[in-house]
């Protein structure tokens, strides 16, 4: 009885399998780790179906009114000036100001980027029930807070 040439395992159905390069007679279950040497008649690949839209509106989140000056005040607590904390996000100078000043809402990656900063929420998410902004808990540290620390 042939044997798989990865496994070892008799089987009567070996597949011609491409593993890491090397094409190799392999059983059934081998064969699905690697890719089937297929013949040109059934070659053509299926193709991927349309682009799933990735962007899903959650309309669980809802920005907080006041998120422009919920910013301003943290940035100010921690004595931080627009440009540093822009540089810190990664962000342009005039984006944290028209934040601040409520002219641009903040996307929900830019906003849990200045909350994550801040340990402020600017999204206020009905799902989520463990917010640890009043733990007083701040272990979650972005980079750029370990980075610098001013006394
Ligand atoms: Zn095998």
Do not use: W
Not at 97 to 105: A, G, M, P, T, V
């Amino acid at each position: 009885m042939p044997s798989c040439e990865l496994c070892g395992k008799d089987s009567n159905s070996l597949t011609k399998t491409k593993i890491e390069g090397a094409t190799l007679k392999a059983c059934e279950s081998c064969a699905e780790m690697g890719d089937k040497v297929e013949t040109e008649s059934n070659k053509g690949r299926k193709k991927k179906t349309g682009d799933k839209s990735r962007t899903r509106n959650r309309n669980t989140k809802t920005l907080a009114p006041n998120y422009g000056e919920k910013v301003k005040e943290a940035r100010e607590d921690e004595r931080l000036s627009v440009s540093e904390v822009a540089d810190d996000l990664n962000e342009k100078e005039s984006v944290i100001k028209k934040i601040e000043k409520e002219d641009l809402k903040p996307d929900q990656s830019l906003a849990s980027k200045i909350s994550g900063k801040f340990n402020i929420s600017l999204y206020t998410n009905t799902e989520v029930s463990n917010v640890d902004t009043e733990s007083g808990d701040s272990r979650k540290a972005t980079l750029g807070d370990v980075a610098e620390v001013k006394e």
